[in-house]
Every structure is written in structure tokens, then in C-alpha cells.
């Protein structure tokens, strides 16, 4: 080898690793994509597709017997909708349980966590015991509930009795078959808002709390000056994440009541079925769908505006 | 301003003693620092001062009264905690202003709306907003009064930590480890602030850090602390020039105290390297000592010259002063030992006079400067007179 081809060598290097150090950067530049793209295709063909689908259909006179014949209407559906006091007495109920759920639900999930948020004897076990209700398949706890509810045979009824109470009609009666839904709902959500809020309390420095302590601040005002503060971007979610679940939920309510009795518990999920199924009109019931739609994401949307707002100004 | 007396205050997490027993007092107006490594139980007592944790055993007492079932806010103290412990979602005016909403809230406020309503007004009642501005300017924060602490730099967070412990004028500030999370710059700053502060409010300060220039710098007395047990109590300079132990010999200075084993034949001692040299003044009875001398009172002189015979094997520049690390010298000319296991004595010179690493020569040292120590007890022993003499020429 002469002296030459030796001074040669090192050139050579830098030009193959500029070749290699391209091809890497093209491959990294794509590397992104990659990852990106499984998930977008998923969204493209499951959620958004449908979504648009369903959007198109409201706006369509479309039988369930024969989908792919629609006739374009315009805005026709809402109008039906609009002039039907079914729907609104729907909105009305959807709301109510809606809202009712989140209230109750978080409430409870929220003084849940509290409570296994202080050291006790057992405290693994009870959050293990408190998490069954979430843990329990839909369907499963549909069962159970209504075994329980049961009017002749219902653990609820026997402790009714045995009070020397009458019998109640929990979920054939329109005055109790709302609550009676709303109870399984909550018993449902709050293990859920429990966990989460607990690991929100477990988040709050230690040291704030203490310093409001110094600064004499009671149990009450610690917790609102401190904890509640430091919670309440999880709670805030928590409750978003409540309320849209609360809006699309099915499987409970139809197992339990199907939207009965009288339509007290027909919310619009429930109400998108019936006239899907039943009534195989599915341009209304897709313009069901699309307010149940709207209902949730004006509720995202608020969230948001929360959201923005506090970190405006918490950065200030 | 209470004075504050530890009478065998203990503290045990289950079954590890963190505290074995303690016992102390606090004047009124003191400025006194527990000074101690990590994990010697300076911060679980300043909280149990403050009454954050409990007290094991033993009694606290505030002017004689025993204080251990108090709450924090009944003892009336303010508390700088090490990460300052802002409220993060309050302003700094809220922040300052927290202590004095406190004091003035009552049960039924905390009624639903009548609770945001009260605070409303709280803030605005005049005697809250004097105070708050008043600590506020005395702390330079008044442009800072509407921004939340997420904007505020480390300094400002901690000038905010303090507004808020001054604001209701407690009796007694515990401040633990309050600077450790600041740069050198502004630890130094706020180090001057705080002993400004002191000297302005003239209340009972309890400082714990682990920084013995923090110590050294502001306490009118330091407890020195290690494995919960009280090592040393007394003035910066009693802690400085009289260590109590060889734990204290070494925590306390940087460079740490040189700690030479020797071993006294009348007036000679010999090192572990095997050199020999005179000692000048009286010494203590014991055969085998510690021979304990700050890296100040070292002087660098001629090889030729009597004194402890050492080659430089480090040289610090600090601009001011070089710090020179040397290696004692065998009688025959080498390096003592192992250069990892053999300690460096460190000698302080002012100025740069330009020592280069290798040089060989004599460290002499005046008697006056000697602290010793029983190598089985680490304890200090005193000899029965200290002649002022010169090892040197």
C-alpha cells in the first residue's frame, strides 16, 4: 500500500458516512410517519368514516330495510325533530342523568379517595373492594342490579320490608326508574373517579399543605386552599370524561329498562335505537345521533375553555 | 419571643430512633443553626419545633410551658420550608396575605359562597393590605404583587416564602435549609438578606442547613448535629477554633480541619509515614494523639527548615488564596502510602505565590493553633498550657 492510497483512506470514510448519515436522516425524517400513520388509519376507517357516514345519513330519508337507497333532505330530519316533543322530553332526560351522574358519581368517587387517601389498617383491601363495581363487565352488573331490583324477590325490597315499608317499583315505576339507573351508574363511575382523584391527592406537596397548616389554616381551608386547587384539572377531566360517557351510555340503561317505563329513562342513545330498530327510520335516528354528538363535544369544548383559561392564568 | 428548652426529646419512625435524646435551649433573639450532614435529624427536629411531627418522648417547652400537644398555628412560628411552599395557584400578594386571611377567618365562613365572599373581602380590608405592602416593600416583591409563583425565579419564590412566614410578626422563624435550592450568587445574597432580617426583626431564628458557611456566616450559635445526637453546641468561632470532636474537626471548614495520628516522644512526634518533628508548645499526657490544625495556621516553608516535611501534590487557585493538598513524606524522601487511602494535608496561603505540584517542603505551625484529639474517643484534649512558640525557624 503506498503512501498515497493511505492519506486516500480517510477520505473515503467521510464520503461513505455522508451516504449513510443521508439515508439515516431520510429514514428518521419517515420515522414519524410510521408511527403515526396505524393509529390515523384506524381513526380514518372507525371513527371518522362513520362519523361522516352518519352525519350524511341525517341529512338523508334512509329504511333500515334497505340502507343504500337514501334520498337527500337537507335539513328535514332536524326539523322533525324539532317539532317532535319526544325528542325534547329525550334531551331533557339525557341531561338530567347526564348531570346527575357526574354530580353524584364524582361526588362520591371524590370523598372515596379522600377517605383512602389517610393511612388505616386494611386500606389495600378496601380500595380492592371499592374498585369491584368498575371492574364488573356492563353486562354482568346489569344482571346483578336486576336481580336486586327485583320487586318480589330484590335484595332492596326485602330490606324495604323488612323496614315495614311497602315495596317499591324501582325499575318499573316512572318516578324511580331514573334514580334507580343513576344509582347503578354511579355505583359504576365512582370507583373509577376514585382512583383517579387519588392519585391526584397523592400528587399535592406535602409541604403546602403543611406550610398552610403553620400559617393556620384549619382542615377545611387546607383542603380548599390547598388540595381542591391542586385537584381540580383532574377533577375538571374526570367530570368531562363522566358526562360524555353518561351521554353515550347504552348497555346498562337498555339492559335494565330499555328506555322504560313510559320512555322516563329513554335517553338519546336509548331513543337513536328504538327509532333505528323499531321504528327503521335511520336519517332521524342518525340525527339523534349527531345531537348526542354535539351535546358532547359542546361539553369538550367547555372543558377547554376551562382548561386554556388556567393555564392563562397560572403562567401570568 | 419564647424561649425554647428540649429536655430529652426523642423521635422514633417505628422502629428506626431518628432522635436517641436531645437537649437544648434557645434564647430570645438567637440566631441559631443546626448544622449536620443529610439524615442526622436536624430538619425531624426544626418539625418538631414547629409542631409538624410529632414528639416521641422527652418535653418542648416554649417559656417554660410544655408545648408537645400544641398545634403549629397555636405556637405562633413561621416556617420557611427548603422548596418554599407557595401556594401555586395564588398570587404573591394572596401568598403574603394567606397567614392574615387565616387570622381573621372564622367557622362560619366556611359557609358555601359566604367562604369566597369573606376571602373577597378580606383581601380588601385595609389593615390586611397595609401589612401585606409594607412586608412586600420591605422585601422589594411590590412589582411582583399579581404574578403567581410559576413566574417568579428562584429568588424571588424564596423573598415570597419569606414575606409570607414576617407577615404576622411571629415570634419565632424556622427556616429549613431555605438557600439550598438557590445558585452560589444569590445564596449569597440571600444569605446577607436573611442575617439583615434577623437583625431588623431582632425575633428567635432556627436555620437548619448542611452548609457550614451558611453556619459560620449567620448563627449567633450552631448546634452541631450527627445520627440525631448532639455533637457540639457553641459560637461560630468556639465550633471553628475549638472543635469538640474530630466530627466536628471535619465537618466544619473547607478545606476540613488536617487530622494527623501521631505518636508523642517528649517534645518529638512521630506520623504514621514515619517523619519526626518537634512539636512547640506543651501537649497532652496520652501516647498516641490526633493531631488536629486548620489548613490557615499551616505555613509553607523550605524543605530545610524544621516542621512536617511534604511534597505538594495539589494546587487550588481561588484568586484570593491557593489551597495547596500535600502528601506527607516518608524519612527517606517518598510519598507516604497508597495516593488514595493517605489523606492530603491541606495548607491555606493568601495570594498566588505560585507553588508548583512536586515541590518538596516543611509545614510549620504555631502551638497556638493545635487542637488534639484522642484517636480511640475522638475527643478533644487539652494540654496543660500552650506556650506561643514556632516549629518553624
Not at chain 2, 409594607?134 to 411590590?142: F, M, P, V
Request: proline share 6%; charged share 15%; aromatic share 8%.
Amino acid at each position: 500500500m503506498t503512501e498515497q492510497t493511505l492519506l486516500e483512506r480517510p477520505l473515503a470514510v467521510p464520503a461513505y458516512s455522508a451516504r449513510t448519515s443521508t439515508a439515516r436522516r431520510r429514514l428518521n425524517g419517515l420515522l414519524p410517519y410510521a408511527f403515526v400513520i396505524p393509529p390515523a388509519l384506524y381513526l380514518l376507517v372507525f371513527m371518522f368514516w362513520p362519523l361522516g357516514k352518519q352525519i350524511y345519513l341525517s341529512l338523508t330519508r334512509t329504511r333500515l330495510a334497505n340502507p343504500n337507497r337514501s334520498t337527500f333532505i337537507g335539513l328535514r330530519n332536524y326539523e322533525r325533530l324539532l317539532d317532535n316533543p319526544d325528542f325534547y322530553t329525550t334531551l331533557k332526560i339525557t341531561l338530567i342523568y347526564s348531570v346527575m351522574a357526574v354530580i353524584v358519581g364524582v361526588a362520591v368517587g371524590l370523598v372515596a379517595a379522600l377517605a383512602l387517601n389517610r393511612p388505616f389498617p386494611g386500606r389495600t383491601l378496601v380500595r380492592g373492594i371499592l374498585l369491584f363495581g368498575w371492574a364488573v363487565p356492563n353486562v354482568a352488573a346489569a344482571l346483578v342490579w336486576l336481580w336486586i331490583f327485583n320487586e318480589r324477590s330484590g335484595i332492596l325490597n326485602t330490606i324495604v320490608t323488612g323496614l315495614g315499608l311497602e315495596r317499591v317499583s324501582w325499575l318499573t315505576s316512572t318516578e324511580m326508574a331514573l334514580p334507580s339507573i343513576l344509582l347503578v351508574t354511579v355505583w359504576q363511575v365512582s370507583p373509577f373517579v376514585m382512583l383517579v382523584m387519588l392519585a391526584a391527592l397523592q400528587s399535592v406537596p406535602e409541604e403546602v399543605k403543611e406550610a398552610a397548616v403553620v400559617d393556620g389554616a384549619d382542615k377545611l381551608n387546607v383542603f380548599k386552599s390547598v388540595t381542591l386547587p391542586h385537584i381540580l384539572p383532574t377533577l375538571q377531566l374526570v367530570s368531562l370524561l363522566v358526562m360524555v360517557w353518561s351521554i353515550r351510555r347504552f348497555d346498562i340503561i337498555y339492559l335494565l329498562t330499555g328506555g322504560g317505563p313510559v320512555g322516563s329513562t329513554s335517553t338519546l342513545i336509548v331513543k337513536l335505537r328504538q327509532v333505528a330498530f323499531e321504528n327503521h327510520d335511520l336519517g332521524l335516528s342518525s340525527a339523534y345521533g349527531v345531537v348526542g354528538l354535539m351535546l358532547a363535544l359542546s361539553v369538550a369544548a367547555i372543558h377547554a375553555l376551562f382548561n386554556h383559561r388556567r393555564q392563562k392564568m397560572s403562567s401570568r | 419571643m419564647p424561649q425554647i428548652t428540649m429536655k430529652g426529646v426523642s423521635k422514633n419512625f417505628g422502629d428506626v430512633t431518628v432522635i436517641p435524646q436531645f437537649d437544648a435551649s434557645i434564647d430570645d433573639g438567637e440566631f441559631l443553626v443546626l448544622l449536620g450532614p443529610s439524615g442526622c435529624g436536624k430538619s425531624t427536629l426544626l418539625r418538631m419545633i414547629a409542631g409538624l411531627t410529632g414528639i416521641t418522648s422527652g418535653t418542648l417547652g416554649f417559656d417554660g410551658e410544655d408545648v408537645n400537644e400544641w398545634t403549629p398555628s397555636r405556637r405562633g412560628v413561621a416556617f420557611v420550608f427548603q422548596s418554599y411552599a407557595l401556594y401555586p395557584h395564588m398570587t404573591v400578594r394572596e401568598n403574603i396575605a394567606f397567614p392574615l386571611l387565616m387570622d381573621a377567618f372564622r367557622k362560619w365562613h366556611h359557609i358555601p359562597l359566604v367562604s369566597s365572599v369573606m376571602r373577597w373581602k378580606l383581601m380588601r380590608r385595609p389593615d390586611i393590605v397595609e401589612r401585606t405592602n409594607q412586608i412586600a416593600e420591605q422585601l422589594e416583591l411590590t412589582p411582583l404583587m399579581n404574578r403567581r409563583p410559576a413566574s417568579l425565579s428562584g429568588g424571588q419564590r424564596q423573598r415570597v416564602a419569606l414575606a409570607r412566614s414576617l407577615v404576622r410578626d411571629p415570634s419565632l422563624y424556622l427556616l429549613d435549609e431555605p438557600l439550598s435550592n438557590l445558585d452560589a450568587k444569590l445564596r449569597t445574597q440571600m444569605r446577607s438578606e436573611i442575617s439583615t432580617l434577623h437583625q431588623r426583626v431582632r425575633k428567635t431564628f432556627v436555620y437548619v442547613t448542611h452548609d457550614q458557611v451558611e453556619a459560620m456566616t449567620m448563627a449567633t450559635k450552631i448546634i452541631v448535629m450527627n445520627r440525631g445526637e448532639i455533637q457540639q453546641i457553641g459560637t461560630p468561632d468556639e465550633i471553628y477554633e475549638h472543635p469538640a470532636n474530630t466530627f466536628v474537626a471535619r465537618f466544619v471548614g473547607a478545606p476540613p480541619m488536617n487530622l494527623l495520628p501521631v505518636r508523642q516522644q517528649g517534645q518529638q512526634l512521630t506520623l504514621e509515614a514515619g517523619a519526626t518533628f518537634t512539636h512547640p508548645g506543651q501537649l497532652p499526657a496520652d501516647k498516641e494523639l490526633i493531631l488536629g490544625l486548620r489548613p490557615e495556621r499551616l505555613r509553607l516553608q523550605p524543605a530545610e527548615q524544621p516542621g512536617i516535611p511534604v511534597e505538594v501534590s495539589v494546587v487550588e487557585k481561588l484568586g484570593a488564596e491557593v489551597i495547596l493538598g500535600c502528601r506527607v513524606l516518608h524519612p527517606g524522601g517518598g510519598q507516604s502510602g497508597d495516593l488514595l487511602r493517605q489523606d492530603l494535608v491541606f495548607v491555606r496561603i493568601s495570594g498566588n505565590p505560585h507553588v508548583a505540584i512536586g515541590t518538596r517542603a516543611s509545614l510549620g505551625y504555631d502551638a497556638a493553633g493545635v487542637n488534639w484529639y484522642s484517636p480511640q474517643t475522638g475527643k478533644a484534649l487539652h494540654p496543660a498550657a500552650a506556650p506561643l512558640l514556632s516549629c518553624s525557624a
